[in-house]
């Protein structure tokens, strides 16, 4: 068996593009500590590490490594960095895309690290303490340290379990780079393809579930993603009446709740009370109790929220139960609890630094909805996705842009990827000019935060390639 997976991930390699014996040099060696003696949880391992490194003895950087089995037990099949720690790969290693590509391909039987440069932290007990990895003990105790990644193999010559080892030699082929032309690329994407694809989700339906079952969500995610629009659509096919604000730095709890304006077609200085458009739906709920009701705060962050919700920010308290206090938010209107068919859905650009942060006791009250940039369904051809109307999404575009992303870009960093939204146009001139006149000063504002440095050149190239200016003056 050992020789047969040996065999398969050298063959294996050499379809995703690897070079063994060439006269420029080989694309990996292959280390090979299998013999009966070591079988024993004593060390046994096989794989690929660096070419500049030795054949035996201790050796930098990331390698791809399987520890074996001489019975019938589970294999472990690991992204692994030497025991004499990093020389070249400690970028590498710092890319978040590294981590991200390899967590795709773990199941519950795997385990990955939250930072792939960290070899000083042992493997959880959680994971080195499963009964089907009890004969590694010894093994695994060694190298803990140095596993970023790994899974657990229960049947190397299973079908699903070549599937795995394939996607993590297609992985470690990813990132060394071994791929050199169209076919070598085509078999990397086929490894990969079944763990990393994403799905393409119906964010109005989860937002509807979401919705009946919290009352109160945020939409939260960067510009472009559809936020406002899926609050909409998620309130029409909810059958509600729909009341629609959006905040701003002015809001005040006058304009939102209740509050007096000078009546201006008086010709004396008289006042008006105002029926902010919060207590507009609560009355509209209270007066229609077989009808539900949506409350659409757009832009949520944008306005000092305490001073906006004032007294009524008790009432948004997951499931409270009707009690004697009662809050009145209008004059005439008093209530202790909100009814049960208003609800609310609100929306938060995550992309715009300058806005205020929101408090934990608001966060504990309402639902929090990421949105994320996803491509658009329709008829596909030649990079191009035709919408139902005359729209088409610009997928290689969209592509190109989510993989610098998703590479270079740390948790924080993804909630600012433009959205599907900045990737819709009528024709390749109104793409081009988007491109041109608002992702390319969209990212060189991010550049100049100090946000995504390490993915400048990335930028760089795309913009020059694909539109000829440089984010470099």
Request: aromatic share 12%; glycine share 4%.
């Amino acid at each position: 068996m050992i020789q047969e997976i040996k065999q398969y991930i050298s063959e294996l390699a050499t379809t995703f593009g690897a070079k063994v014996g060439s006269e420029n040099g080989n694309s990996y060696i292959i280390r090979n500590n299998v013999s009966d003696d070591v079988l024993n949880d004593k060390y046994a391992y096989f794989g690929f590490i660096e070419p500049e490194e030795g054949t035996s003895g201790q050796y930098h950087d990331f390698s791809l490594v399987i520890f074996p089995t001489n019975n019938e037990k589970a294999w472990l099949i690991s992204l692994a960095v030497g025991s004499s720690g990093f020389k070249n790969d400690y970028e590498l290693a710092s890319y978040p895309g590294v981590r991200r590509l390899f967590k795709n391909l773990i199941t519950e039987n795997g385990y990955c690290k939250s930072d792939f440069t960290d070899i000083e932290s042992s493997l959880p007990k959680s994971f080195t303490g499963r009964e089907d990895l009890r004969h590694l003990k010894n093994t695994i105790s060694r190298y803990s340290k140095f596993l970023p990644v790994c899974e657990i193999i229960q049947d190397p010559s299973s079908e699903n379990s070549k599937k795995t080892i394939a996607a993590f030699v297609a992985a470690y082929a990813q990132l060394r780079n071994w791929p050199n032309n169209n076919d070598q690329r085509k078999a990397v994407n086929t490894a990969l393809t079944p763990f990393v694809q994403k799905k393409v989700i119906n964010t109005t339906s989860e937002v509807i579930n979401l919705m009946k079952e919290r009352k109160f969500v945020v939409l939260q995610g960067p510009p472009g993603t559809g936020k406002t629009r899926t609050a909409k659509e998620a309130a029409l096919n909810n059958n509600a009446k729909v009341f629609f604000t959006q905040f701003h730095a002015e809001t005040s709890y006058s304009d939102f709740i209740y509050g007096i304006r000078p009546d201006t077609s008086k010709e004396t200085l008289l006042y008006k009370e105002n029926l902010g458009v919060f207590s507009q739906a609560i009355k509209h709920a209270i007066d229609h109790t077989n009808e539900n009701v949506v409350l659409i705060i757009d832009e949520i962050n944008r306005a000092n929220l305490a001073n906006v919700l004032g007294p009524i920010f008790y009432l948004f308290e997951h499931k409270i139960e009707q009690s004697d206090i009662e809050i009145e938010i209008a004059p005439g209107i008093s209530i202790n609890r909100l009814p049960p068919n208003f609800y609310v859905i609100a929306t938060m650009n995550t992309a715009d630094r300058s806005l205020a942060v929101v408090d934990f006791a608001l966060r504990r009250r309402f639902a929090w909805y990421i949105v994320q940039p996803q491509p658009l369904d329709g008829k596909y051809s030649k990079g191009v996705t035709q919408l139902t109307n005359d729209n088409s999404f610009y997928n290689n575009d969209f592509d190109e842009i989510s993989k610098i992303f998703n590479w270079y870009a740390s948790s924080e960093e993804l909630s600012l990827q433009p959205g599907q939204g900045y990737f819709i146009a009528q024709t390749e001139e109104e793409m081009t000019n988007r491109i041109k006149y608002e992702i390319f000063p969209l990212i060189k504002e991010y550049l100049q935060e100090g946000l995504l440095l390490s993915a400048k050149e990335e930028f760089n190239t795309y913009f020059i390639n694909r539109i000829n200016l440089s984010l470099v003056d």
